[in-house]
């Protein structure tokens, strides 16, 4: 049951913001398969004890995996999909405690988080830079291999 909720909360989350993005309202679904994928690998990883900043880096290249797949299969830009995607890998609530303890003037505490929170970020770029270099790598390796007639 906790698994299902965090499927169902993270497709929501994603459909939720691919309707704040304009997404088309025939990608709003796949927008959300995408973001639940990415996160069912996150929220797993961070179960099984592996670090937020990995986990937040194999969600998001599992966004991007799969927003390519999904660019390609139903012909849409690729951002419709990785946007509303990674939004549920987003470290919203780690930047708001951030802010808030900066707010209060509580900086010892503010810095770490703010770090955090920062460091999540990169990691989630990172991972869908390296999954566009990935799809970039398979792509040239098949069209190699097509030349030659494998």
């Known amino acids: 049951m906790y698994y299902l909720t965090h499927l169902i909360l993270s497709m929501i989350s994603a459909i939720g913001f691919g309707i704040i993005f304009n997404a088309p309202r025939k990608a709003l679904f796949h927008c959300g398969v995408v973001g639940m994928a990415g996160w069912f690998v996150y929220i797993i990883m961070i179960d099984s004890g592996i670090d937020v900043v990995q986990a937040a880096f194999s969600g998001a ?73 990935f799809v970039q790598f398979v792509m ?8 030659k007639g494998m």
């Open 140 to 147: 040239k390796l098949t069209k190699g291999m097509k030349k």
């Open 61 to 133: 290249f599992i966004v991007a995996i799969i927003g390519h797949i999904m660019a390609k299969r139903y012909k849409t830009p690729i951002i419709v999909f990785i946007v509303a995607g990674v939004i549920p890998l987003v470290p919203g609530g780690t930047a708001y405690d951030a802010m808030r303890h900066v707010v209060s003037n509580d900086y010892s505490n503010a810095i770490p988080l703010a770090m955090k929170a920062f460091i999540i970020a990169s990691a989630i770029a990172m991972g869908l830079v390296f999954a566009e270099v």
